[in-house]
């Protein structure tokens, strides 16, 4: 989970810690991953309903790929699949989850969810564990502003289309509004 963010379009204010229908962003994001034997939240650390490894990218606010590499480095165990979401789409559920799973086949590094402009969203995906470490910068300090296209620039990517608005994150008050 990646909710570390500045949430500089909502006033500086913790994303994770908005509700949406009486429930967090982050609790949201850690209920559609419910199958991940593991979960780890690059943010700060708050109560939540099931035990996660907490981290931050370092230095922070290296932005999210440089948020997604400090997860890696957190996990306990090396896994084959990585599922990355940010806590600011909090239409994505288990059932989104399933979907990438499923488009995930053996000549595929990635899925990502694609929204209804056709845009892939990077923060709502599932990775091979290895793809993500193969396109690792060989340099720790050139992952601070690595662009999440960047990073998955050189994958073989399976694409999901959105079903309804799962796709639509939380950037503005509007958004939080419009959802």
């Known amino acids: 989970m990646l909710a570390g963010g500045s949430g500089v379009r909502l006033g500086g204010a913790d994303k ?14 850690i209920s559609a991953t419910v199958s991940a034997e593991e979960v780890v939240v690059v943010g700060r650390q708050v109560r939540t309903s099931r035990p996660v490894t907490w981290t931050r990218e370092d230095p922070a606010g290296g932005g ?22 940010a806590v600011d789409m909090p239409r994505v559920t288990p059932s989104t989850v399933s979907r990438l799973l499923d488009a995930l086949g053996e000549d ?5 969810l694609v929204d ?24 720790r300090e050139d992952e601070h502003g690595l ?33």
């Open 147 to 179: 662009a999440m296209q960047a990073l998955i620039g050189s994958m073989t990517v399976a694409e999901v289309a959105a079903v309804g608005n799962e796709a639509r994150d939380v950037d503005t008050w509007r958004d939080l509004r419009d959802l």
């Open 16 to 29: 994770a810690s908005i509700e949406v229908g009486g429930i967090t962003l982050l609790e949201r994001a």
């Open 64 to 85: 999210p790929a440089a948020g997604v590499l400090s997860g890696l480095d957190a996990l306990l165990r090396t896994p084959e699949l990585v599922c990355v979401l």
């Open 108 to 112: 595929v590094d990635a899925s990502v």
């Open 116 to 139: 209804e402009g056709g845009r892939r969203q990077p923060l709502a995906g599932v990775y091979r564990f290895a793809a993500l470490t193969a396109a690792r910068p060989d340099r």
